[in-house]
């Protein structure tokens, strides 16, 4: 099995920053990609940004600018800066990721973390 941990979640005020952190650890063959989606309460859920093994990015429409995905391979760990949080940022972070294990080829989810946007 693989296991995904994000951290880094919290309350900021709106224009603030922060940086999300998912670190995957298991039984891993090769990581493909890894995502960050959100969740809003009352919405579905969304993708914020994705980053291939080779480092290639993907932005949702409206993410790229103010969100930076990247990632320490080394590590299996991949980050998400957020920059100018407004109030329609406040969701659960899911970090997720495609990986081949022994076993099969599958995506795996974190267990999400929160972010608050308030004054």
């Known amino acids: 099995q693989v296991q995904l941990v994000e951290s880094g979640g919290g309350l900021v005020q709106p224009g603030g920053s922060l940086i999300l952190s998912c670190a995957a650890s298991?039984?891993?063959?090769?990581?493909?990609?890894m995502s960050w989606y959100r969740q809003a309460p009352g919405k579905q859920r969304e993708m914020v940004a994705r980053i291939s093994n080779g480092g290639y990015t993907y932005y949702e429409d409206g993410m790229a600018g103010r969100f930076t995905i990247s990632t320490d391979n080394a590590k299996n760990t991949t980050f998400l800066l957020m920059n100018s949080l407004n109030f329609d940022d406040t969701a659960v972070y899911y970090c997720?990721?495609?990986?081949?294990?022994?076993?099969?080829?599958?995506?795996?989810w974190g267990q999400g973390t929160q972010v608050t946007v308030s004054s």
């Open positions: 298991g039984n891993i063959l090769r990581i493909h990609h």
């Open positions: 997720n990721a495609m990986v081949t294990t022994l076993e099969n080829i599958r995506d795996f």
